[in-house]
C-alpha cells in the first residue's frame, strides 16, 4: 500500500492508542472534553482559526477513532 497504509501499520505496531476511544473516552464525554478545553487559551490560541463549542465537538468526536 501507499504510506497512509504503511503509516497506520507503523502506528499500530507502537502500539499506540487508535483515538480517544482507545484512550476510555466515548461520545457522552465529548461535551465534558470541549467544556474543558474552552477556557484553555494555550490550546485555542494556537488553532489557525477561531473554533466554536460546535466545532471542537465535531473535531472529538472524528478523533474518536481514527482507523
Known amino acids: 500500500g ?8 507503523l502506528v499500530r505496531g507502537l502500539q499506540i492508542p487508535n483515538g480517544l476511544q482507545d484512550l476510555g473516552y466515548s461520545s457522552a464525554a465529548i461535551p465534558t472534553l470541549v467544556e474543558g478545553t474552552l ?4 490550546v485555542t ?9 460546535e466545532e ?8 474518536l477513532r481514527y482507523w
Do not use: F, K, T, Y
Not at 471542537?56 to 478523533?63: F, G, K, P, S
Open 2 to 9: 501507499g504510506w497512509p497504509v504503511r503509516s497506520v501499520g
Open 39 to 42: 477556557p484553555h487559551n494555550l
Open 45 to 53: 490560541m494556537l488553532s489557525p482559526r477561531p473554533a466554536s463549542a
Open 56 to 63: 471542537l465537538a465535531a473535531l472529538c468526536e472524528d478523533a
